[in-house]
């Protein structure tokens, strides 16, 4: 089984065994001392194992893993012959960019659902009250057929659910307006730290994440972060997101020949430095959990402090270089790093840390029986790819021929609850619109039936400035009675009505 040389030194080298890779580690040390080149060693010897891996680039340095290195010029030509590799040749790695907002790479997304309302609930910093509405309201989803694809989506559910505090309070169980406005409010903040682009359709399938090429070298995922990281939020979410789909989906592999996957996450201190008690916890969890899985994490930071230290003490593969003690602070992450390695009576590792020059690091992986090997001071070797940043052009060209391009480049909008709950208001207005309707016709015909009932009575019995027909009838009928005439025809009505002769 092939190894993956980290460094020599003159009596002897470092190499990260394949059997202990899901070991997790850890690479450290001061801005400019060579953590970037470190990590693309460790990312290009998985890759020639055939071991997919997943990096973000903090910087846009990795990037260079994509293009091959140029000629050795003298210093490198001294260096190679100093690490002893006579059979170095410059050589590209299979590379797919990736990017949250689309720019640099392929867009990558995930569903609200997906998330799910206990990890939203950790990112936005909820308190168990408001996670417990958070969890209601994606019940009432469930139970209604509403897919949560987007924000907007859920922004329209948190909307229905204030307007309807009391139905669902009475089925699911009591939740309030000022929570549901809280989480609101939390949910602004995402949006503002930029999630918008990350939730939606098409998502991530992380078998895409998994992939060999032709050759059966492992893909190397390269995930732009340079404006990522400036949204602790949101770098946070996609983290824990892309750990803990991991960890659900895989099955239990116990301790393979070498890793499944290997994650990589440079400037791992913006991870942790908001990041909520319930988010510590939460990474913790899944970094102690995962090496089940077949799958190695592995953190880039400046001080080795920069990690809580629960989940340091799971990193059992380190790589430290060089440590600047300029403040109280820097001497005691000094001190601090020194401690972590298994001794070496050799080396003063205390002192070592402050003098390792640019490329030097100190290191240690985990031998046979998974026990760390005693710290040694080497020089990194140097990877087959071109060290820096690409060219657009160069970037482009890489994206062409990346083979999901066509299943994510493109977003896609279905009918979900922000549609369909705005389909339910439409047809409510408009049912009610009807209703109106009916009962104004209603109306209206009472009231021409009430209009001409009128007009009939003021004909018959009149009003008060004109008479009506039966006073004008009575007025001309007493006038007639007057007559000889007239009291004959009122004897003969009379008569007929009371019996008597004519």
């Known amino acids: 089984m092939t190894e993956i040389l980290i460094g020599r030194n003159a009596s002897t080298s470092v190499s990260l065994d394949p059997r202990y890779g899901n070991r997790h580690g850890m690479i450290a040390g001061a801005t400019g001392t060579g953590k970037s080149v470190s990590l693309m060693v460790l990312a290009e010897g998985f890759s020639k194992l055939g071991v997919p891996c997943f990096l973000a680039d903090a910087k846009g340095d990795l990037a260079g893993l994509a293009m091959a290195a140029g000629e050795p010029g003298d210093k490198l030509k001294a260096r190679l012959a100093t690490l002893q590799l006579s059979d170095w040749k410059g050589q590209a790695n299979p590379v797919i960019f990736w990017d949250i907002y689309g720019r640099l ?107 060999q090429d032709m050759s059966g070298r492992g893909i190397i995922n390269v995930l732009a972060a340079d404006q990522l990281i400036m949204k602790p939020r949101l770098y946070s979410t996609f983290l824990l997101w892309l750990l803990s789909e991991l960890f659900e989906q895989l099955p239990e592999v116990g301790d393979l020949d070498q890793p499944k996957m290997v994650f990589f996450f440079d ?30 994490v592995y953190f880039c930071s400046q001080n080795p402090d920069d990690v809580p230290g629960n ?14 003690a300029f403040t109280p602070r820097d001497q005691k992450s000094v001190r601090a790093a020194a401690e972590t390695f298994v001794a070496n009576p050799a080396l003063d590792v205390t002192a070592a840390i402050t003098k390792l020059a640019v ?13 760390p090997t005693p710290v040694q001071q080497v ?21 062409l021929r990346s083979p999901v391009g066509a299943k994510y480049d493109t977003a896609i909008n279905r009918e979900s609850a922000a549609e369909m709950l705005a389909q339910r208001a ?10 109106e309707a009916t009962a104004s016709g209603q109306g209206d015909a009472a009231e021409s039936a009430s ?52």
């Open 359 to 371: 490329g030097e690091a100190l290191a240690s992986t985990l031998a046979k029986g998974g026990v």
């Open 105 to 211: 790479g392929h867009p990558v997304r995930a569903t609200v659902s997906e998330m799910g309302p206990t990890l939203l609930g950790r990112v936005m910093a909820l308190n168990d009250t408001q996670e417990g509405v958070l969890e209601v309201v994606f019940k009432v989803a469930d139970d209604q057929g509403l897919l949560l694809l987007d924000l907007a989506d859920l922004r329209a559910l948190l909307r229905f659910a204030a307007e309807n505090t009391k139905d669902i309070s009475t089925r699911y169980g009591l939740i309030s307006k000022s929570s549901i406005a809280a989480i609101q409010r939390a949910l602004l903040q995402l949006e503002n730290d930029g999630a918008e682009q990350f939730f939606g359709e098409p998502a991530l399938e992380l078998i895409d994440l998994m992939r």
């Open 451 to 502: 209009k001409w009932g009128g007009a009939v009575q003021d004909a018959l019995f009149g009003t008060k400035r004109r008479q009506g027909m039966i006073e004008t009838m009575g007025k001309q009928m007493m006038r007639t009675v007057g007559s000889q005439i007239g009291r004959k025809i009122l004897r003969g009505v009379l008569g007929g009505i009371f019996g008597g002769k004519r």
């Open 267 to 296: 400037e791992a201190h913006l991870l942790f430095d908001d990041a909520s008690p319930a988010l510590l916890q939460r990474v913790e969890q899944v970094v102690r959990l995962i090496r089940s899985k077949g799958v190695g």
């Open 379 to 399: 020089l990194v070797t140097t990877p087959g790819c071109r060290i820096g940043a690409i060219t657009e052009a160069e970037r482009a060209t890489v994206r």
């Open 311 to 324: 989940i340091l003490g799971q990193l059992g593969n380190r790589i430290q270089h060089a440590l600047r």
């Open 426 to 435: 439409d047809d409510k207005a408009a049912e009610a619109a009807d209703a």
